[in-house]
């Protein structure tokens, strides 16, 4: 139950990631579009991997190293999901600089304004 | 008009994709047999009490290697873009008076409190990698964030950046190196058993899993550092 809230919450978070970097025209905006989509795409692969009244797979007073195998929640997607939030903030990163270079030439945040670009 | 019609038609599409993804999902009842392969292993064979720290260092370390090069990438093309040449920066500093640039009282009583605290929270969260929620990855972000702090309430602060890149340089060298001598001395490339295991859940334990957690973290860090500090005016 609890973790099909969390999976129907990352695929709004992906369509609200995708229907602001479709419709604003600011060149900000459509970044924090990209972010909400990463966000949303790390949630929807950590809800995958609950398994039914399980917990955290670290061993230590609440889960004895006997009854680990049957009571811890997936640790792939979990570990797969921490290398990805890094990796989608430091290419983040690189999306602001280009917002920069780009205000630089046109003076301007509206991505309207960079129409030759088009062939 | 078409333009809205088309992103109206794109949104309803993944919804229904998402709808059927949403319904069709049922809770797993009990693990797959990798996972129960990974959470049966770590404790046992590394010695190693966090499961997920185990796989990100070892069982999947090459991936974790991966990272660190896309880490490396990244900052390069950063300071690639934002790198010399750019329009009228040092005249518009020059600008501003001096009041108007230094930032209120509050925000440096503020960073000069959370600063100390946020670093040692950091290396708390390294150095406890292996037993408890933690490691190199989420240590090296709290480390860039207090960076970030400093440069957002001190905008005098000039971090030295050659010390930053020498030593993420040096740090992620010595990780490969770690990994090479998991090839000589022990099982695999990236094997934690180079050195010994120790006692299971104490703090020198789980082999090279605390040592690669400092490099990892270190060359987190200082690479957040250097992408955040790029992007001063």
Known sequence: MISSIVLITG???ILIGLWGLLTHRNILRIIIGFSL?????????????YVRNGTAPIIDRALDLSEATSRAVDPIPSALVVTAIVIGMAVTAVMPAFAIRLYDSKKTLSIDAFTESKW | MIRRLFI?????SFGLVFASLAIGYTEQQALRPLAESYVRLVPQSLGAPNVITGILLTYRG???LGEVAVLFMVAASVGLVLGGGRSPRSASFEGYPDDARTSSEIVRSGTEILVPLISIFAVYIIMNG???AGGGFQGGA???????LMLLAYPQ??????????TESVAGALFVLAGIAGLIVAGGFLDNRILPLGQFGAFFSAGAIPLLSVLLGIKVGCELSVILEKFRP
């Open chain 2, 142 to 148: 709290v480390i860039a964030s207090g960076v970030l």
């Open chain 2, 8 to 12: 109206v038609v794109a949104i309803v």
């Open chain 2, 130 to 132: 292996h037993l408890s």
């Open chain 2, 62 to 64: 090459f991936d974790t």
């Open chain 1, 11 to 13: 695929l709004l978070l």
């Open chain 2, 157 to 166: 602060y000039q971090p030295n950046l050659e010390f930053f890149s020498v």
């Open chain 1, 37 to 49: 989509m990463g966000t949303g795409t790390h949630i929807v692969a950590v809800a995958i991997g």
